[in-house]
């Protein structure tokens, strides 16, 4: 039943255990060996001249060309080392390529940069979408998956609070996202797949074609609420008139 596959899942993808892991050295993505076993780091340079996402990985010693990838994203607190060590255990367990891409203030800024993907800039205007951060996570899964000679041809994501939102985001933008399953966890609040709120609240406004909404509900999404996750004060919480119209918790 739904409880027990929910169980399942959590055993094998929730993010509350920390592993000590040892750093390698940070590589560049224009390095063509495959990835050291172990936890580390490498950079991965998006379209934009000069600018590059640090990817903080795991990869189990056992890992083979069967093997799965997972991306988790992280919270809004930037910290993708901590989600990264905290998964460790589930990578080695389930044998997958753990890989948490680093969304940093400074390419990405505020909710709008990160958890809303760079859709829009400031001014409310599209962008160009390889300058959305949701553009980075299928590039990645190719050079991941050639460097690693994987040949599973989908991917899992776990995301937790701004990291939920940015899948939920992602789910709608991206159509083709060759998504296997997908875990989002405490979002502060919903991209609905509806024309009648505004975004970030649903797709008034975003341009956004009929066909992505039948896309994203052929994908298997499941979304997690923590049973302790009720603190009304929590100051990332938004607690705006749209973002209530969807509960108050």
Not at 109 to 128: E, I, M
Not at 199 to 216: H, K, Q, V
């Amino acid at each position: 039943n739904l409880v027990f596959r929910t169980t399942i899942l959590l055993t094998c993808l929730l993010v509350f255990s920390a592993c000590e892991t040892t750093q390698k050295q940070v590589k560049n993505l224009t390095e063509s060996s495959e990835l050291e076993s172990g936890s580390g780091t490498f950079w991965f340079n998006l379209p934009q001249e000069g600018k590059k996402i640090r990817i903080w990985y795991h990869k189990p010693k056992s890992l083979d060309f069967t093997s799965q990838v997972v991306f988790v994203m992280h919270a809004g607190d930037r910290n993708a080392k901590a989600a990264r060590d905290a998964w460790v255990k589930h990578a080695q367990n389930n044998n997958f390529l753990l890989l948490v891409p680093e969304f940093t203030k400074r390419y990405f800024p505020g909710s709008d940069g990160y958890a809303l993907g760079n859709v829009f800039n400031s001014s409310g205007f599209k962008n160009d979408e390889e300058k959305w951060s949701l553009s980075i996570v299928e590039p990645l899964f190719d050079y991941t998956k050639s460097l690693n000679n994987l040949q599973t041809n989908e991917y899992s994501m776990f995301g937790l609070s701004h990291g939920a939102i940015f899948i939920n985001t992602f789910v709608l933008f991206k159509p083709k996202a060759r998504i296997k399953t997908a875990i989002i966890c405490n979002a502060g609040w919903y991209v609905m797949p509806s024309w009648m709120p505004i975004f970030p609240y649903g797709l008034r406004e975003t341009g956004t074609p009929m066909s992505n909404i039948a896309s994203a509900f052929q994908k298997k999404l499941i979304i997690l609420v923590g049973e302790e996750a009720v603190d009304k004060n929590d100051k990332g919480l938004r607690t705006s008139m749209r973002a209530k119209l969807q509960g108050d918790d």
